[in-house]
């Protein structure tokens, strides 16, 4: 579990930055986090600011690969993330940005946005590195069987965590177990498209100009539905988002009946996390009975 960074760490963790902006920095303000790390904005006196996002626990290359991922979605596909000023094992120094203003333009561009990077197509599923989802690896070693990859390395991955073992029964495990078997029925073959991996609404914020800023990422290359069933399945946008979706990369006849399967990645990742947390055990039970 992460150690907080209280002002005495954020301080020394400031302090240590090779930076040329760490002399002028005058104040920290905590912002909203995850669970691997805290973020602050870092003012200084001429009103210039930063988002330091940081953990002096983090594995090594939780920043880099975050980083990395980043330039990733924006080199790749045109999409717009932060700009990252500096980045180390323990932390990493971006723009500040604003909230998403929740209005129909800016969800609107937001789908369009999102569509785009499910334009650029890959080689294979996978990456080329692991990654990170949450404090647990996201296991990424590439397949040419999008079925196959899907099974060992986003539902059967989870299965071998001990805290969601311990959540589920026996009964729950095999019905996991013949989703996996029957997911070439469940699911239709789609090609292998770049990912953001973990966008559900607090990972979209916005620029100065209003326009979508994506972060937070947990790349990879996969179906375009399964990146699709994070926002979908968690507290889902208005359906002007997927409209405009629609209009740059059409979907499959079906695909909203397939979003709490292609979910389960993340019900089976929160259990791994947190174990039996309020109702997700229900929600897998749900999705078992759908579709084992």
Not at 206 to 222: S, T
């Amino acid at each position: 579990m992460r150690r907080p960074l209280g002002a005495d760490l954020v301080t020394a963790l400031w302090k240590s930055l090779p930076s040329a902006v760490v002399p002028g920095t005058v104040d920290a303000e905590p912002l909203s986090g995850g669970a691997v790390n805290d973020v602050w904005r870092l003012s200084q006196a001429d009103g210039t600011t930063y988002v330091l996002k940081g953990s002096l626990d983090a594995p090594p290359d939780l920043f880099p690969l975050e980083a990395a991922g980043l330039r990733a979605l924006h080199e790749r596909a045109g999409i717009r993330t932060p700009r990252v000023f500096e980045v180390s094992a323990h932390h990493l120094l971006m723009e500040t940005l604003r909230p998403r203003p929740d209005t129909d333009a800016f969800w609107e561009a937001a789908g369009r946005s999102f569509a785009t990077l499910h334009t650029v197509r890959g080689e294979h599923f996978g990456w080329d590195t692991d990654g990170w989802l949450g404090l647990l690896p996201q296991e990424n070693g590439p397949t040419a069987d999008g079925h196959e990859f899907f099974a060992e390395r986003r539902l059967r991955r989870y299965l071998r965590e001990p805290k969601a073992r311990r959540a589920l029964s026996p009964a729950d495990l095999a019905g996991l177990e013949r989703i996996c078997e029957r997911l070439p029925q469940l699911v239709p073959a789609a090609p292998s498209v770049l990912n953001h991996g973990d966008l559900w609404r607090g990972n979209l914020v916005a620029d100065a100009a209003g326009e979508p800023v994506f972060i937070d990422p947990a790349v990879c290359w996969l179906w375009a539905e399964s990146d699709l069933s994070m926002i979908y399945c968690c507290d889902p946008p208005p359906d002007r988002f997927f409209h405009a979706y629609e209009e740059i990369s059409p979907l499959a006849d079906g695909w909203r009946d397939r979003m709490p399967l292609l979910h389960l990645r993340e019900h089976l990742s929160v259990l791994a996390h947190f174990g039996a947390y309020g109702d997700t055990v229900a929600r897998v039970r749900d999705v078992v009975r759908t579709f084992s």
